[in-house]
């Protein structure tokens, strides 16, 4: 590895050059030496630092484990529902993050919005998370066929559980971005901790008896386990931003509804996904569970713009 990272030096230097050139005067700043400041930066940057460390150690380290503990054959079950869990993964934490400017300054200026606006991500979020697990789930054979091909059937459960891990993921990006609008950079790293050191507890038991179905259940864990944290963390000293229960109702009530039909129906995996996915969306509607500014930003899209007749 160590080339990789030396050829780092000579992209960065020429960079680093051109820079203080084109930048002139106000680029050629030397760092002040202000140990009060270091050690300031350094209180916040710390706890963050290590809490992203442990954030990918232990979302990664379940598949380290399966292949210590357990045989090739389940490492490569596991390996197979864990890419596809990694692949959607990201798209949680790309629509959490367009709304971390709104509230790092809310938090800062108005908390009666903060709380408006965290309590409304978290429920969006939570409404996507059912539906996108409840894709992965229905689609499970589907999806293992595509990456890995017909060999790999027993994959098709271990993904199957895998998607829960998605319910936790949706709500953890949520409130973790209020945890850190609100500067709460500590909580952030014991919740992180805590998942960490529940899937490696839960994990090596598991994976023994179990296999990959083991080191998925120890993942879930986690993950579920860090978003009851980062909830808790947040509505203990800010209760006005808890989801309410009845919203939380409605959507595991729409989302088993949603499931059940596609099971019943007995449909091929692709499709079962396409029907549940609608089913669960028709259910958020007539339960009225969909944002209403979701819905008046829909309305304004399928409006057909204004015509002036004025002279």
């Not at 008896?209 to 509505?235: F, H, P, Q």
Request: net charge positive.
């Amino acid at each position: 590895m160590l080339p990789f990272f030396a050829l780092q030096l000579p992209v960065v230097l020429p960079v680093l050059v051109v820079t203080t050139v084109v930048g002139g005067r106000d680029a050629r700043v030397l760092p002040a030496v202000d140990l009060p400041e270091w050690r300031r930066m350094l209180g916040r940057i710390v706890p963050f630092s290590v809490a992203v460390v442990l954030s990918i150690l232990y979302f990664r380290i379940a598949q380290i484990m399966v292949s210590l503990l357990s045989s090739p054959t389940q490492t490569g079950y596991f390996g197979v529902g864990f890419r596809v869990l990694d692949t959607v993964t990201t798209i949680p934490g790309l629509l959490a993050a367009s709304a971390l400017p709104v509230l790092a300054r809310s938090a800062r200026d108005d908390a009666k919005r903060f709380a408006y606006v965290s309590r409304r991500l978290a429920e969006s979020m939570m409404s996507g998370g059912f539906g996108l697990a409840l894709a992965v789930f229905l689609g499970a054979g589907f999806a293992v066929d595509v990456v890995a091909g017909p060999a790999f059937e027993p994959a098709v459960d271990v993904l199957r559980i895998l998607s829960i891990a998605l319910l936790g993921t949706f709500v953890l990006s949520a409130r973790g971005y209020a945890l850190l609008a609100l500067d709460r950079l500590r909580a952030v790293l014991v919740c992180n901790a805590l998942a960490f050191a529940v899937v490696v507890g839960a994990g090596v038991p598991l994976i023994h008896a179990m296999g990959a179905r083991g080191a998925a259940i120890a993942l879930v864990a986690a993950e579920l386990t860090l978003a009851v944290g980062y909830e808790v963390a947040l509505s203990a000293t800010r209760p006005e931003v808890r989801m309410p229960i009845g919203f939380v109702v409605r959507v595991v009530a729409a989302a088993l509804a949603a499931s059940l039909l596609a099971t019943v129906l007995s449909l091929p995996s692709i499709i079962a996904a396409i029907v549940g996915v609608a089913a669960y969306a028709a259910a958020l509607l007539a339960l009225g569970v969909v944002p209403t500014e979701l819905l008046e930003a829909l309305r304004r899209r399928a409006r057909p713009p204004a015509t002036g007749t004025g002279t």
